[in-house]
């Protein structure tokens, strides 16, 4: 596996990741909030200012966002998760993004603990998402 950048041609492929990862381990979100997240996260793609994407033999698996310290985004096909991408990318932020906070659904316990293995510790919480959905966010920080 590597990690390089991700092309505006790839948008797409990104998009159709982050809905399959979401899918796998959000069980809590709805079809009617795939709706309105789905063009939401197409769109951001292009404003993340540090965006990178790991490839296995040339195909886009998974991705990484981060701004201004934050990991907004990582997502992994569902089909390499336990296999070390997701670590080889938030290893890739906090080295070369210096990514030190994450915002992690309170419903989504795997992402919780792969943080806090990662060293990030919870310092806050919100009830409600940055969209106001009444998902509860835990804002974590290295």
């Known amino acids: 596996m590597v990690i390089d950048e991700i092309r505006p041609d790839e948008y ?11 899918r796998a381990t959000h069980d809590f979100v709805t079809e009617a909030d795939l709706d309105v997240f789905r063009p ?5 793609f292009g404003e993340i200012a540090q965006l990178a994407g790991l490839r296995e033999d040339g195909r886009l698996i998974g991705f990484i966002g981060v701004q201004d310290g934050n990991v907004e985004m990582l997502f992994l096909d569902p089909a390499y998760r336990g296999r070390g991408g997701g670590s080889l990318l938030l290893r890739h932020a906090v080295t070369h993004f210096a990514a030190t906070s994450v915002d ?21 919480r919100t009830t409600h998402d940055s969209s106001g959905k009444p998902y509860p966010i835990l804002h974590l920080a290295r």
């Not at 797409?12 to 979401?22: D, P, Q």
């Not at 989504?108 to 806090?116: S, V, W």
């Open 40 to 44: 939401l996260v197409r769109a951001s």
């Open 12 to 22: 797409e492929r990104a998009a159709e990741l982050w809905e399959a990862s979401v």
């Open 104 to 124: 992690v659904n309170e419903q989504n316990p795997q992402a919780l603990g792969f943080y806090e293995h990662h060293g990030f510790k919870v310092v806050s």
